[in-house]
Nanobody, 116 residues
């Protein structure tokens, strides 16, 4: 059974950093497209970052336009975890961040709040 558990959210000041983790079970994160999304109340979820491929074929990453080089998505196959390193956070990054396996199940989300 697929299970995703996000962690690492919290409150930071503008310009700060956070590292989100998504612990997966029931499948290998290296075998599937994995993505981070975020959602603000009243708005649709939007793609933050996605990662696909493997070390043999070459990993490929995609980011939302608003990321502008501030975030990095990565996978740790040994830990079966997907990470999202977020730097230079802005108040507009405040949202619930979700991990997702392909077009399948979502995690429960982790809150990120950027405020002075």
């Amino acid at each position: 059974q697929v299970h995703l558990v996000e962690s690492g959210g919290g409150s930071v000041q503008p310009g700060g950093s956070l590292r989100l983790s998504c612990a997966a079970s029931g499948f290998a994160v290296g075998d599937f497209l994995m993505a981070w999304y975020r959602q603000v109340p009243g708005k649709e979820r939007e793609l933050v970052a996605a990662i696909t491929g493997d070390r043999i074929s070459g990993e490929r990453t995609t980011y939302g336009e608003f990321v502008k080089g501030r975030f990095t998505i990565s996978r740790d196959s040994a830990e079966n975890t997907v990470m999202l390193e977020m730097n230079s956070l802005e108040p507009e990054d405040t949202a619930v961040y979700y991990c997702r396996k392909g077009l399948g199940p979502w995690g429960q989300g982790t809150q990120v709040t950027v405020s002075s």
